[in-house]
């Protein structure tokens, strides 16, 4: 059974930093993209980041460009994202996702992808 778990959200304030993990068990996902969506109340689920399977291409949305990094570990089972300088409007419940299939890269949309997590909350307080 394929499983994403992540971890490390919590309530931070303003200007500072979170680390979220994202663990995947049940198939191996070194070839496949990983990314980050998140989604606020009453809103839809948005694009964060993702990164391919190589951890040579990544790219961001620009509200998070020069302050979130997306990373993966050496298994390449886990990935990573640092959030830097939080603001407020980051609160939100963050989704790690698997991209539906292997060797594609730049994956934008919540339907390029077929595994996710339960989500954790990130809440950024003023």
């Known amino acids: 059974q394929v499983q994403l778990v992540e971890s490390g959200g919590g309530l931070v304030q303003a200007g500072g930093s979170l680390r979220l993990s994202c663990a995947a068990s049940g198939r191996t996902f070194s070839t496949y993209t990983m990314g980050w969506f998140r989604q606020a109340p009453g809103k839809e689920r948005e694009f964060v980041t993702f990164i391919d399977w190589s951890g040579g291409i990544t790219d961001y949305a620009d509200s998070v460009t020069g302050r979130f990094t997306i990373s993966r570990g050496n298994a390449k089972n886990t990935v990573y994202l640092q959030m830097n300088s939080l603001k407020p409007e980051d609160t939100a419940v963050y989704y790690c996702?698997?991209?539906?299939?292997?060797?594609?890269?730049?994956?934008?949309?919540?339907?390029?992808?077929?595994?996710w997590g339960q989500g954790t909350q990130v809440t950024v307080s003023a």
């Open positions: 996702a698997a991209a539906a299939y292997a060797h594609a890269s730049y994956r934008y949309r919540p339907r390029d992808y077929a595994y």
